[in-house]
């Protein structure tokens, strides 16, 4: 059986990660790609083709099937997870291998880490979040679920960060806090 894999969305997270997947340490027989934006479809990203909207996804779908979520915006991610809930996907972490994580990390399904990244030990990433390139998250730091960590990220010990976060470029936090659900913290 061949591997595939559906990478859904084909913005900036999605080219992402057909630019580098190299970087991740997966390799796939065959790529597609899935995006809502029907002038997208047709088109190829780093030789792989989008090949229908989100919604075609019935037409790709097999057991055992891997996907990527190719998105930032929590909310968004939210809305297109529900969409495709019927469907069994694998969503296998993919973490650069420019990226430090410390032993002693756990990282969720479907969470994508970019080159730069330092994670400390202790540190909890939760399901379907982006750490984009040059974040540092400290000891014992968590991150929910569907979060987005913007380039620059730098978070302090013992930092929560609870579901659907969005922070903004080069933002900060101090040790011991957390940040509400579904909060947006500027750059």
Known sequence: ???????????????FIAYNYEQFGIRFDWIGILDDDSQKVGQKVNGFEVIGKINDIENYYEEGQKAVVGLADPQTKIKILE??????????????????????????????????VSINHGSRIGDFTLINMNCALGHDA?????????????LAGFTTIEDGVLMGIGSATKQSITIGKHSKIGG
Not at 142 to 154: Q, W
Request: glycine residues 16%.
């Open 142 to 154: 968590v991150l929910g679920k569907h979060c987005f960590l913007s380039p620059g990220v730098n």
């Open 1 to 15: 059986m061949k591997k595939k894999l559906l990478i859904l969305g084909a913005g900036d997270v999605g080219k």
């Open 83 to 116: 969409s495709i809930s019927d469907y069994d996907f694998e969503f296998p972490a993919f973490v650069s291998d420019k990226a430090w994580l410390s032993n002693g990390v756990t990282v969720g399904g479907g969470v994508v880490i970019y080159p730069g």
